[in-house]
């Protein structure tokens, strides 16, 4: 199973991108999805998570600014950005728990999407 991320791009600050990531490939089901992020020099972070039954949780950095969401039929999960600020510049990975049908749960990385806010 591959997860492709697309959506990431340039913006100024105060602007909004809207991350998408679907996953492909045979799998039995999709239990918690996410969105992680790193920048230069740092350590991947938490930005958000979904769990299949659509609880959500976000890191503190971004709640009220970030919204997550996931379609289960297209087994893709979404990430609205708005008022973004400098600090959000990085690269976002989604994240995805797969169920097999051979009953093997195994988490997923996509290939990562470069977010870039400007002031």
């Known amino acids: 199973v591959q997860l492709v991320e697309s959506g990431g791009g340039s913006v100024q600050a105060g602007g909004s991108l809207r991350l998408s990531c679907a996953a492909s490939?045979?799998?039995?089901?999709?239990?918690?999805m996410g969105w992680y992020r790193q920048a230069p020099g740092k350590q991947r972070e938490l930005v958000a998570t979904?769990?299949?039954?659509?609880?959500?949780d976000f890191a503190d950095s971004v709640k009220g600014r970030f919204t997550i969401s996931r379609d289960n039929a297209k087994k893709a999960v979404y990430l609205q950005m708005n008022s973004l600020k400098p600090e959000d510049t990085a690269v976002y990975y989604c994240n995805a728990e797969i169920r097999y049908y051979s009953g093997v749960l195994r988490g997923s990385w996509g290939q990562g999407t470069q977010v870039t806010v400007s002031s």
């Open positions: 979904i769990s299949s039954g659509g609880n959500t």
């Open positions: 490939g045979i799998l039995f089901s999709i239990n918690a």
